[in-house]
T-cell receptor
Framework: DTEVTQTPKHLVMGMTNKKSLKCEQHMGHRAMYWYKQKAKKPPELMFVYSYEKLSINESVPSRFSPECPNSSLLNLHLHALQPEDSALYLC??????????????FGPGTRLLVL | AQTVTQSQPEMSVQEAETVTLSCTYD???????LFWYKQPPSRQMILVIRQEAYKQQNATENRFSVNFQKAAKSFSLKISDSQLGDTAMYFCASGGATNKLIFGTGTLLAVQP
């Protein structure tokens, strides 16, 4: 089973709203990722969690706040977003490897529109 | 630093024909993986095929195969017997020692009936 689930599928929010994106996997993976993807572009890495600890933050603005409550769950808290933050937000997970990257498995994404 | 280059922004193929998507990469790492991901329109990104750099044998998954030329740093994807469901954006990616995938800019493949 290589399933990563994400909720909600679609989200519309105003610039003053607070919302959260959720991601879940039950593959026993200990690395989880948040990406932002614009139309017809490759995903851009935002955050990486390894063993529930934040290991990579790609200089993402503080209006995006990740959280990893346990090894299966990953959240992305959103606050005071800008219209340019509208995008598809992808979650992914993978085994961890000490020597080389192994495959990442992606969820279906949350399509976010900021008005 | 790692880079991945896909020089074909768009390609088209007739149903049942064979098509090859190009990818070149650059890395300073000795141990790395290479991947092809497929993202159909408004649908989920899925892993198509992976290649471990230390394996000389080219990876194959049903109608999908790769031509891995390590010295040339080339990693092309061949799709045989193309089907309408193969219409998608295809991303080539590399992964090394860190938990990061480096993606190419993608090739939009259209399979024509």
């Amino acid at each position: 089973d290589t399933e990563v689930t994400q909720t909600p599928k679609h989200l519309v929010m105003g610039m003053t709203n607070k919302k959260s994106l959720k991601c879940e996997q039950h593959m026993g993976h200990r690395a989880m990722y948040w990406y932002k993807q614009k139309a017809k572009k490759p995903p851009e890495l935002m955050f990486v969690y390894s063993y529930e600890k934040l290991s990579i933050n790609e200089s993402v603005p503080s209006r995006f706040s990740p959280e990893c409550p346990n090894s299966s769950l990953l959240n992305l808290h959103l606050h005071a977003l800008q219209p340019e933050d509208s995008a598809l937000y992808l979650c992914a997970s993978s085994r961890t490897s000490g020597t080389a990257q192994v495959a990442q498995y992606f969820g279906p994404g949350t399509r976010l529109l900021v008005l | 630093a790692q880079t991945v280059t896909q020089s074909q922004p768009e390609m088209s193929v007739q149903e049942a024909e064979t098509v090859t998507l190009s990818c070149t990469y650059d890395t300073s790492e000795n141990n790395y993986y290479l991947f092809w991901y497929k993202q159909p329109p408004s649908r989920q990104m899925i892993l198509v095929i992976r290649q471990e750099a230390y394996k000389q044998q080219n990876a194959t998954e049903n109608r999908f195969s790769v031509n891995f030329q390590k010295a040339a740093k080339s990693f092309s994807l061949k799709i045989s017997d193309s089907q309408l469901g193969d219409t998608a954006m295809y991303f080539c990616a590399s992964g090394g020692a860190t938990n990061k995938l480096i993606f190419g800019t993608g090739t939009l493949l259209a399979v024509q009936p």
